[in-house]
C-alpha cells in the first residue's frame, strides 16, 4: 500500500520530538548531532544512518523500530511472512516445558545436517524458507534436548538449538520484531552454556553487540566484545581456524561500535588487529561459525568503518579495490551495497546510489526489501528529484512507498 509524503523516519522523528517538547537544536545538543543533520532528516532530504538513529531514539525515548517505522506489515503480508510469528513465538516459549509426548526427534546428525541448512539460508537471507521450517525445528530439538541424559549428545543437540535460536533472532531482527529477536538471542546464550562452547557463546556476544548498537550504547557494546574476546581465550585451540574466525569478527564489530563512538584511533586499532587475525586465517572462512571472516570481510569494513565515521571519499577509494567472491556470503554483500547506496546519496550522487540499490536488491532481495535503510535512501532520492526515474519508481514501489 503506498504512503503518504509524510511518513517517513524524519517525520515520526519530528513528530516524537515535539511531543517531548524538543527543539531541533534541543534534540541535537542531547544527540551530539549538528542542528543541520536533524533538520535535513526531518526534512527527508538525508538518510538517517543507524548511528544517528540510535541517537535519536535514546533521546526521544522510543526504540529504533518506531523511528523507522518497523515492521512492515503490508509487504510482510504480500511475502506470506506475517503469519511465521506466532508459530515463532509459541516455539520460543517452550524452552522450559520439557519434551512433548507428540514429537519424536530424528537422529541427532540429521538434526544437526538441517539446522546447518538454516544457518546457510539465514546467511542468504531467504527469510521465507527460513521461517517456515524454524519453529517445527526448534520444538524437536528443544524435545530431544530435553529428554536426554547428560554427555556429549546431548551437547551437540544444545548446539545445534544455540545455533537454531540465532537463527531466529536473525529473521526477527530482521523483520523488526526487536522483542522477539532480543528472546531469541538469551535462549541462545542458554544453550551455548549447556554446549559448554566458549566460542558460541563469543559468537553470541557478537550480536549481542549489535543490539547495543541499535540503542546508540556503543560503550556497552565495546565491553560486551571484550568479554567475547575473553571468552575465545578459554578455548582450547584459540589458534584454531574457528577460534580465529571468530576473534577477528570480535574486531571487527569493535571497530563498527568505535566508528559510532567516533573513536578513529581504537577504529583503526581494531581494523589491525582484524587484519592480522585474517592473515593468519590466509583467506575467507564463510562456513566457520557463519561468520565469514577473513581478507574480504576485513576490506568490506575498511569500507563499512569508513562510511560510519563520515569520511566518504575515504569509503569510495577503499572500495574500488574490494571484490567478492563468488561464495561470499549474500548477506555480507547485499549489506555493501545497501551501504554504499547510503554514501552515494550524502554525496549527491542519485545515479550511483541507485545503481547500489538495485544492486542490493539483486543479490540479497529480502534482505533488501525489509531492510529500514534501503526505504531511508528510496525516499531522499525521490525528494531530491523533480521526478522520479523509471528504476527508482520501481524499487520505490517495491519496497511499499
Known amino acids: 500500500m503506498p504512503r503518504s509524503d509524510d511518513d517517513h523516519i524524519g517525520a515520526r522523528i519530528a513528530d516524537y520530538r515535539k511531543l517531548r517538547q524538543l527543539t531541533q537544536i534541543g534534540l541535537a545538543q542531547r544527540a551530539y548531532l549538528s542542528r543541520s543533520t536533524i533538520a535535513k532528516i526531518e526534512a527527508g532530504l538525508t538518510p538517517a544512518t543507524p548511528g544517528v538513529v540510535a541517537a535519536i531514539a535514546r533521546v526521544l525515548e522510543v526504540d529504533p523500530a518506531m523511528l523507522n517505522g518497523q515492521p ?49 539460508g539465514t546467511c542468504a ?35 545445534s538449538l544455540g545455533w537454531s ?26 544453550m551455548a552454556e549447556q554446549a559448554q562452547d566458549p566460542l558460541l557463546l563469543a559468537f553470541r556476544l557478537n550480536k549481542r553487540s549489535s543490539t547495543l548498537l541499535r540503542r546508540g550504547n556503543n ?17 582450547d585451540d584459540a589458534d584454531s581456524v574457528p577460534a580465529l574466525a571468530v576473534a577477528g569478527s570480535l574486531h571487527l564489530a569493535g571497530a563498527i561500535a568505535a566508528a559510532q563512538a567516533r573513536d578513529e584511533s581504537l577504529v583503526e586499532g581494531h581494523m589491525e588487529l582484524a587484519r592480522q587475525t585474517a592473515r593468519k586465517i590466509s583467506g575467507d572462512v564463510p562456513h566457520v561459525y557463519w561468520t565469514s571472516f577473513g581478507t574480504t570481510n576485513v576490506a568490506h569494513f575498511n569500507v563499512a568503518t569508513a562510511v560510519e565515521l563520515g569520511k566518504l571519499g575515504e569509503a569510495m577509494k577503499a572500495a574500488r579495490n574490494l571484490h567478492f567472491p563468488t561464495e561470499h556470503p549474500r548477506m555480507r554483500v547485499g549489506r555493501y551495497y545497501i551501504e554504499m547506496a547510503r554514501a552515494y546519496a ?4 542519485p545515479e550511483a546510489a541507485e545503481r547500489s540499490l538495485h544492486r542490493a536488491r539483486e543479490v540479497a532481495p529480502q534482505q533488501a526489501r525489509y531492510h529500514p535503510l534501503v ?26 512507498m
Open 72 to 120: 512492515y506489515l503490508s509487504e510482510m503480508r504480500q511475502d506470506r511472512l506475517d503469519r511465521m510469528i506466532a508459530p515463532l513465538s509459541d516455539a520460543l516459549d517452550q524452552y522450559d516445558l520439557g519434551p512433548d509426548p507428540d514429537i519424536t526427534p530424528r537422529p541427532v546428525n540429521v538434526v544437526a545436517a538441517e539446522v546447518d541448512a538454516l544457518c546457510a
Open 125 to 159: 537471507t531467504e527469510y521465507k524458507n527460513v521461517g517456515s521450517r524454524l519453529p517445527g525445528l526448534l520444538s524437536e530439538l528443544t524435545t530431544a534436548f530435553s529428554a536426554l541424559p547428560s554427555g556429549s549428545e546431548r551437547q551437540q543437540v544444545a548446539a
Open 165 to 190: 535460536y540465532w537463527v531466529a533472532y536473525e529473521f526477527a531482527y530482521r523483520l523488526g520484531y526487536q522483542q522477539l529477536a532480543s528472546i531469541a538471542l538469551e535462549r541462545m546464550g542458554w
Open 219 to 235: 560503550q556497552m557494546a565495546l565491553k560486551v566484545l571484550e568479554r567475547g574476546h575473553r571468552l575465545v581465550e578459554q578455548h
Open 346 to 349: 550524502q554525496m549527491g550522487k
Open 375 to 400: 526505504r531511508e535512501t528510496i525516499a531522499v532520492l525521490v525528494r531530491r528529484q523533480r521526478r522520479a526515474p523509471t528504476g527508482l519508481a520501481s524499487l520505490a514501489a517495491w519496497v511499499g
